[in-house]
């Protein structure tokens, strides 16, 4: 994770609240003109960190750098960075351009000189004569594009985000995210990215910081985050999966055997996991990676199959899933195929699941419990 | 049926309002002013004329009594919101729960007790036998008794005293809806704290700031017991005249007058403020 010029450094952050650690030891770099997300949980530290990267607080200890220059000390108003707020705190008593300008008009920018660069910005934010529009006359969409445009006329270094979609509806944020992604593209600048929606950080990020009660609990794209998660923590947190308990009967190289509770047995192909026959283990399974199939179907045999019958079908379009229910009485969620095969599925319906070995990760249970 | 009922519902809550306009407002007022417009020719005879009036302008004490309460009560209550605003910031932006409530208490506590009391509170400090005066003799820095009483300092001393409260409370209501983030986001994109005070906090509590003024300013004009209290007699103000006429001159007319020439500034210096501060009536007092 080094790169030759990295536009934001942190090394050894760390902020104490009285006796409430609220980061710890946080160490990252963001490359120039990448996207990089921080994901995690309410109260996990995210919000704390973004705060000390803009300057709003001072880190208890660790260094923090921009291009280079470390920026301990240094205020928020003589910073590289700008950020957009959560609520995109744009000055509604200031007409639009007005408020873009501000900044240019803190740096003491000619009046003709303000105008023509915030009608460019604007114009970069596909909203071109709406400077003189209030505040309030704009749409969601239009003020989070405002909120970036009056941060970007600036040109800083690093752009911090604070779940700035958190406030929009379902659609529009669909959209933003890819909007968000773009603008990032076209302004190439870095943008530090903070939420606690995954498919907001998957969509947008080159990489994705986990956290977890102020820790980095993994940092890699968001192909590795989703598909190789370290940790127990961010193959639960990122993305839906079936969470199993138990136990590990058999070692044998990478592939081993564990039983649940309830006596069903599953393979899991996991290399370099550590874990030996009697440790307690988790084992993390995608709906996705679940195949269902008709029973007696001849697929009799193979690893990781079991019969069952369907408990609920949650339809939700494209992202519909199935609860079956194996003979253990285990619900494991499986996401639904679009091809249609199984569109007429019913509670009570027998069928059986299948997954390879490759497709679960399984992790120790810390605390040997 | 229903509609009728409804509608008889909104007239009785709306009863005694009409009724307190109606009876308490704007009947006196036709009767004051029916009274200023009468001039006395003899005993129990009047004529309908605009003379006392223009006993107003004809005699230099009248106008100048009325320029000086007027000038005055707008220093005041400038005076008061370069106190008030620093005292409402600290309340509404910079402290947090408990001592919030305990400071805006604090600011609230002198106003348990009459007005008299408090400026006779004031005149104990103020005169010449006072805690002030004995205080600079016991450190030797005066040789004498000081009289600080009975000048125009202390009347401003006392209006501002009078006034602050009316003017901290809106103002901390404002500042109380400024979002903090807005503050932040000023200082991220290179904003000092004048130019955030001057661009973010100023125009959000502008509001605040000119019902506060017009409140203080409308106190101010129509005080009379600060005033004559820690004036004396030397220092003349428009609503002691007003007293003088009515009470100890017994001329109702020109005193009736005097009233109206006061609704008359009051109005017209109100009016003045909303029109140079950009703001309107319904937008700073009609708000909750």
Partial sequence: ?369 | MGSDRSRLGFYLLLAPILLWLVVLIILPHIGLFLVSISEKIGPREYETGFDNYAAFFTEPLYWRTFARTAIMSIMATALTLILGFPIAYYIAKLTRGRTKTTLFLMCMIPFWVSELVRTFGWMILLRETGVISNVLQYLGLVNGPVEMLYNDAAIMVGLVYTSILFMVVPLVTTLDSLDDSLIEAGYDLGGTSTSIMREIVIPHAMPGIVSGCIVVFMLSLGNYLTPILLGGKDSLWFTGMIYTQFITRFNWELGSAFGFLLLALSSLVVFLGLKFSGQSLSETMGRP
């Fill in chain 1, 1 to 369: 994770m080094t790169h030759p010029n990295p536009d934001l450094e942190c090394r050894d952050l760390t902020k104490d609240f009285d006796a409430f650690r609220a980061v710890d030891h946080i160490s990252f770099d963001v490359p120039q003109g990448s996207f990089f997300s921080i994901l995690g949980p309410s109260g996990c530290g995210k919000t704390t960190l973004l705060r000390m990267i803009a300057g709003f607080q001072s880190p208890t200890s660790g260094d923090l750098r921009i291009k280079g220059k470390s920026m301990i000390g240094v205020p928020p108003n003589k910073r590289p960075v700008s950020m957009v707020f959560q609520h995109l705190a744009l000055f509604p008593t200031m007409n639009i351009g007005d408020n873009v300008g501000f900044g240019l008009r803190q740096r003491g920018v000619s009046k003709a000189e303000i105008k023509t660069r915030v009608e460019q910005v604007l114009e970069r934010v596909g909203l071109p004569h709406v400077s003189e529009r209030r505040v309030d006359q704009l749409s969601g969409g239009q003020k989070q594009r405002v909120a970036i445009a009056r941060c970007m006329v600036l040109e800083p270094d690093v752009l911090l985000l604070d779940e700035p979609l958190g406030a929009l509806d379902l659609k529009l944020r669909e959209h933003m995210k890819i909007e968000l992604k773009s603008l990032q593209h076209a302004f190439n600048t870095t943008f530090v990215y903070i939420t606690h929606d995954q498919s907001e950080a998957l969509v947008m990020s080159d990489n994705i910081a986990v956290m977890n009660n102020g820790r980095f609990e993994q940092i890699g794209s968001p192909h590795d985050v989703y598909h190789r998660p370290d940790t127990a923590f961010v193959a639960g947190f990122v993305g839906d999966a079936n969470k199993i308990d138990a136990k590990v009967t058999d070692v044998n190289g990478a592939m081993l055997t564990l039983a649940t509770d309830t006596g069903s047995e599953m393979k899991v192909e996991a290399a370099g996991t550590g874990l030996t026959v009697g440790q307690r283990a988790q084992v993390f399974l995608r709906p996705e990676a679940i195949a269902l199939g008709v029973p007696d179907a001849g697929t009799e045999g193979g690893a990781n199959i079991s019969r069952g019958t369907v408990e609920t079908v949650f339809f939700n379009g494209a992202n519909s899933t199935v609860t079956v229910k194996d003979r253990a009485g285990h619900l494991v969620k499986v996401a639904m195929p679009q091809t249609g095969d199984f569109a007429t599925l019913q509670r009570g319906d027998a069928i059986s699941t299948r997954w390879h070995p490759k497709q679960a990760r399984c992790y120790a249970v810390s605390g040997g419990a």
